[in-house]
């Protein structure tokens, strides 16, 4: 009697357990570090939405501004720290050796199940960004280490109001940099600003010197100096430097152009005192929420040459990587994939005026928006270069870019004291290669 008596509490037991509803809290959390200010409502809305669907818990925290994220994560590395999904700021290089730490997942798996069918909802040039191809020059195995969330291109917008009062057509931008030279005067006449750019941060100086290199003289033998095939004395490099010094003596850059952050460069003009700026589509919720009444429009940097075609940055605005020691993989890449699907992307571009990297959701949105997405069709980006500069090479050039726009330098000048540099870091790689028992002539 008694042991039946057992039987049947524990029977009734485990009946009313299965009965009871789950509240078991071993279901596991991901985490996710951002520098994305901007954004960092929406994540969390976003976020709660998972849990809700799902059980599963999302953390988003924010660390900013960007350096002191990249602080934090190289830190987090070196304790073994890191959360489950972060994003890198840096070279690829720098992407390259957390990869050879151990510490980013390699997608690809991932991105191939189903056909392809999460590899092929992304903007292939924003995909591209996070993809190591076969023989890139950094060693790691070909795949995909990250996923971009958003895209960018980074292109030249104009005032329409200020080309109004300046005597131009606000429908017909200047196509070629002759044209755009040609402004310049009238810019100087009327006493305005010209081109406003956050110049005083080399990288962006760099991007528009690139444009301007691959509309010059072409993708391959921009790579083939990179390698260290041509001269950075070559003819076509001195008529990069060159526009620099045409821009600044035709009156059609702004003053104080070299010294500018790019957040007092959307500052000037979003209040309607600079006719052009160069940025990128990022901007486009910056202006909103400075002046939402701004008359502006998006074009392409103007040519130079007619040779090859214009090219723009582009590509994926930002990218989160997986950590290859996570705790829960597999929820992680879930997480990952249901985050970057049609629906949440087109809830983050709704909210934030950033444009999608998942190519379904790019179907209706504002023109400014759609203008900076068609230019995805011409997007470059270094990352997606399978090479890379030395550090002190581009250092060396941009810095002497400003030195050309303020008078203090010519082209040549530059171009001899960059591939001295060039010269200098290349040497020093192979010694370094050499002790390896590596002998190679290309930087990494």
């Not at 006493?191 to 690139?210: H, K, T």
């Not at 390698?227 to 076509?236: A, E, H, K, N, S």
């Not at 203008?371 to 069709?377: E, P, S, V, W, Y």
């Amino acid at each position: 009697m008694i042991l039946s008596r057992i039987l049947f509490i524990l029977l009734l037991g485990a009946g009313l357990s299965a009965c009871a509803p789950d509240k078991r809290t071993d279901k596991p959390t991901v985490t996710i570090w951002h520098w994305m200010t901007d954004r960092d409502t929406a994540f969390q809305e976003l976020a709660k939405r998972y849990e809700t669907n799902t059980g599963v818990k999302v953390n988003f925290e924010l660390y900013a501004p960007s350096d002191v994220y990249s602080q934090k994560v190289r830190a987090a590395a070196q304790g073994n720290t890191l959360p489950d999904i972060f994003g890198i700021l840096g070279e690829k290089r720098d992407f390259s050796s957390f990869i050879k730490a151990g510490f980013i997942q390699d997608l690809t798996p991932y991105m191939e199940e189903n056909n392809g069918f999460w590899k092929n909802s992304f903007f292939t040039t924003a995909l591209a960004v996070n993809e190591f191809t076969d023989g890139n020059s950094y060693g790691i195995r070909p795949g995909f280490y990250g996923v971009p969330i958003d895209i960018m291109t980074i292109q030249m917008l104009y005032n329409k109001d200020l080309f109004k009062k300046l005597g131009l057509d606000p429908d017909h931008p200047p196509v070629t940099f002759q044209e755009f030279l040609g402004i310049g005067k009238k810019i100087k006449e009327a006493n305005m600003q010209g081109l406003v750019s956050g110049w005083g941060e080399l990288w962006m100086i760099d991007c528009f010197a690139n444009n301007y290199a691959f509309n010059i003289m072409g993708k391959d033998k921009v790579l083939a100096t990179i390698r260290g095939v041509v001269l950075y004395t070559d003819p076509d490099w001195i008529k990069v430097l060159t526009i620099f010094k045409d821009m600044q003596e035709s009156g059609v850059l702004a003053k104080g152009l070299v010294t500018m952050v790019n957040k007092t460069a959307e500052q000037l003009f979003a209040s309607g005192k600079a006719v052009f700026a160069f940025n990128g589509s990022w901007c486009v919720n910056v202006y909103k929420g400075m002046n939402p009444d701004l008359n502006y429009a998006v074009v392409f940097p103007p040519k130079a040459s007619e040779q090859f075609p214009m090219a723009i940055w582009g590509g994926a605005g930002s990218s989160f990587m997986v950590n290859a020691r996570s705790k829960d993989m597999d929820e992680t890449v879930k997480f990952l994939r249901w985050f970057t699907a049609a629906g949440q992307q087109a809830y983050l571009s709704g909210v934030t005026n950033n444009l999608p990297a998942n190519k379904l959701s790019a179907t209706s949105i504002p023109e400014i928006n759609a203008a900076f997405a068609r230019g995805m069709d011409y997007a470059i980006h270094p990352n997606a270069w399978g090479v890379s500069e030395f550090s002190m090479v581009i250092e060396t050039w941009d810095k002497g870019i400003q030195s050309i726009i303020m008078g203090e330098k010519t082209p040549e000048q530059v171009a001899a004291e960059t591939q001295t540099v060039k010269d200098r870091e290349m040497a020093r790689k192979q010694k370094i290669d050499k002790k390896k028992g590596v002998i190679s002539g290309t930087s990494s």
